[in-house]
Every structure is written in structure tokens, then in C-alpha cells.
């Protein structure tokens, strides 16, 4: 096991349940790379057993609780969770906030055309998108051609994370790098969103498993079973 423990909670980014999204100051166009991710429940997972994966997550700039699994996390340990941060949600208000050159790196041809064409419609420009099954190089040479003033990753951990490392160790521009999971299947309506009170409510997983329990079962019924176990194993360890 690598060093997964409540050290993790501290690298969390807590959003005041009273901000205003509008007030976020999470991309500084003067500045930068930024690398932005999002610690949910298989995230915690995934870092529990992959320690590549604990260290660029832990090395991200911005980390966001996202779900519900971290709020009982950070209750548990007596952290504020504050907003609940996921990125479906707040990725899209970010590129229709800042309006720039965005680049895409993730998913598969059809769902990245139809991501692309939507965030331009949000005002940005999509200068060059790459679906999400090549080599971690290869986002590197594109990025370094294209230069986007913000690059969404949506390949999925550990992948997403680990090629953020890549091109924030390269990048040499002011630059918002987001680790975004399953953001362009969401935007290209591949993937549907839960009703909103079932999101009020934390419960989307319930929405996304109902849809597709062949593909996620494991990651939400075995996966919230080893998240539960793990983080009283650590509430046990820590008395």
C-alpha cells in the first residue's frame, strides 16, 4: 500500500458551500501550467494500490472533492467538505468562463467530434483533439505543436493523470490542464446525466450503475465496498 492516509485530505481544495462558482480562481492566464483533478471515491481506490498514480495526483496544483464517498471521508477525519467539485459540472463553467484555445485528449473519433463541436459552441476554439488510446508522447509532441491555452484530458485514471505529469513538466506556457474522466462523453451525449434532484442528492453513481451495470459494477459495488473498508481501516489505524 502505498502512502494513501488522511495526508491526502489536506491537498484537497475546499470550496465554501456560500462561494460563488463565479469567484473560483483556479486558472491565472498569467501563469501556469496548473495541473486541476478531482478526488473521488475510485480515485481513492485506484491511489490505494498505484503508487504512480498517488504521486501525480498528489503532485496536481488543484485537487476537488468530487462525490459523496470523500464527503464521509472528510467528515470522518473532521474536515470541512464544503461543495461538492465534479468536473461534469464544472469543467463545462470553466471553458465557457475563460473562452480560449482549448485542446482534447481522450475518448474515442465520434465522441471527440461531437465534444469538440459543442465546446466551440460555448465560444472557446478547439485547436486539435487526440482520442485517448495513444501513447502519453504523443499528447506531448500535439501540445507542444498547438500550444492550447487549456487542455482537457478524458482518458480515464491513471492514464489522464500521468500524462498530466508529462505535460506539466514540458509545458512552458500559461496553461490550465484538467484531468476530466468522462467529461467528453458527457459532452458529446454519449453518457447521460442523472435527474437533477438524484444529483442534489449525491447519488448520481446510482444513475450512471443503473445505465451501465455491466461496465461499472465493479467500479461502484465492489468499489464503494474497498472505499468504505479502507477508509475505517485508516480510521482504525490512526486511534
Given amino acids: 500500500m502505498p502512502t494513501l492516509d488522511t495526508k491526502i485530505l489536506n491537498r484537497i481544495q475546499v470550496i465554501p458551500e456560500n462561494q460563488n ?11 501556469g501550467p ?7 471515491a475510485h480515485a481513492f481506490n485506484i491511489a490505494w494500490t498505484n503508487s504512480e498514480f498517488f504521486t501525480d495526483l498528489h503532485a496536481s496544483d488543484y485537487i476537488l472533492r ?9 467528515l ?9 467539485m465534479n468536473g461534469t459540472d464544472l469543467i463545462p463553467f470553466i471553458l465557457k468562463k475563460e473562452v480560449c484555445t482549448v485542446g482534447l485528449y481522450g475518448t474515442s473519433a465520434p465522441e471527440l ?3 469538440s463541436k459543442r ?20 499528447y506531448l509532441s500535439d501540445a507542444l505543436l ?46 447521460k ?12 453513481w446510482i444513475y450512471r450503475l443503473l445505465l451501465e451495470p455491466q461496465r461499472l459494477w465493479k467500479r461502484y459495488i465492489l468499489g464503494n465496498f474497498l472505499f468504505i473498508f479502507r477508509i475505517l481501516y485508516i480510521r482504525a489505524v490512526k486511534k
Fill in 21 to 31: 462558482w463565479n469567484d473560483l480562481r483556479i486558472f491565472d492566464p498569467r501563469t
Fill in 34 to 40: 496548473i495541473v486541476l483533478s478531482f478526488l473521488n
Fill in 66 to 74: 468530487d462525490g459523496i464517498g470523500i464527503k464521509l471521508f472528510m
Fill in 76 to 84: 470522518l477525519f473532521g474536515y470541512s467538505p464544503g461543495q461538492n
Fill in 113 to 115: 467530434e461531437a465534444a
Fill in 119 to 138: 465546446i466551440n459552441d460555448f465560444g472557446c476554439t478547439v485547436v486539435t483533439a487526440l482520442d485517448g488510446f495513444r501513447d502519453k508522447n504523443d
Fill in 146 to 191: 498547438f500550444r492550447p491555452a487549456i487542455i482537457v484530458l478524458a482518458m480515464g485514471m491513471p492514464k489522464q493523470e500521468h500524462v498530466s505529469a508529462l505535460l506539466k513538466s514540458r509545458i512552458d506556457w500559461p496553461c490550465l490542464i484538467i484531468n476530466g474522466g468522462a467529461i467528453l462523453d458527457f459532452l458529446a451525449g454519449r453518457v
Fill in 193 to 204: 446525466r442523472a435527474p437533477l434532484i438524484v444529483r442534489r442528492f449525491g447519488c448520481e
